[in-house]
């Protein structure tokens, strides 16, 4: 049913405006959604406990406002974001595309969000509670230079440093290729100070834990480049590594190139994903061996996807464009399909 009325009627919307209408309607609904038990079997990792393998993807809540209503629909973790030291509007609209006939979305939304200063605020305000596990995803602010890596890490700080005490993991995102200049950082002569001031950071914010530091890389990178990425999570004590983000490549589309081309720029998410994500996971896998956490997004829509990422090494797994074209019932079938 949510699929036809999807298809039929919600892909004449303005896609950035049927994001919000939705989130409001989810958020309406948790007084009935809040009463059902969350889905599946929980999972150990990062030191917590997970209500289940299946959590939402950064990017569908920026601003943590709708954070139990969305795991009331079966999400066992949340992750906000991102989330920038500075509030900052993002690209100029529109910059939210659906892509219907590959089931993917293309966003340049540009890291809009409050700032970190008025969302530690608000989740101050909702303090600590049972519900979906907390992650909070920072990223860099645009204004600060990419190639400055001391104004870098002090941006990255401002945001560890007011997020830490309320998250229960916190992810450096250096993939989304809507920032400009953001995916050099992805370099591991970049990425590793950068990790380790934030890890310093986190470790000064919280009282009396250690906080979860995770990264978060794109589909994009070279094969040799994501096993840097691991060795360099193996050496300097990483918790996790979430693979992937979006990508930037249009290569196998269904849709037509001339509505591909008039899409434009940005991160392609969704279906298009699925193989080179998991690609991306078995080889993390292969290389940081089974104690690491590795939390697998990306093209994930059907259960036998979910079990594809799982058996490929995946501890977690998160989602956002299905949950988009599959509608709100979407995370307790993925969640039972995989628990049986």
Known sequence: MYRALFDHVLTRSDPEKAHHAGFRAIRAARP????????????????????????????????????????????????????????????????????????????????????????????EARGRRPGPVLGVNIGKTKVVPDDDQAAVEADYEKSARLLTPYADYLVVNVSSPNTPGLRNLQAVEKLQPL????????????????????????????????????????AIGLDGIIATNTTISRAGLRTPDAQVEAVGAGGLSGRPLTERSLEVLRLLRGRVGPDLTLIGVGGITTVEDARARLDAGATLLQGYTAFIYEGPLWPRRIVRGVSG
């Open 195 to 234: 990790l380790e001031h934030v890890r310093r950071t986190a470790d000064a914010a919280s009282t009396g834990r250690r906080v979860p530091l995770l990264v978060k890389i794109a589909p994009d990178l070279a094969d040799d480049d994501v096993l840097g990425v691991a060795d360099m999570a193996l």
């Open 32 to 123: 009935v959604t809040g009463l059902r038990r969350a889905p599946g079997a929980p999972v150990s990792a990062l030191g917590l406990t997970f209500p289940n393998v299946l959590g939402l993807a950064a990017g569908f809540d920026k601003n943590a406002v709708g954070i139990d209503a969305l795991g009331a629909l079966g999400f066992g973790h949340v992750e906000i974001g991102t989330v920038t030291g500075e509030g900052q509007p993002g690209n100029p609209t529109p910059r939210l595309f659906r892509l219907p006939g590959d089931r993917a979305v293309v966003n340049r939304m540009g890291f809009n969000n409050d700032g970190a200063e008025v969302v530690a605020a608000r989740l």
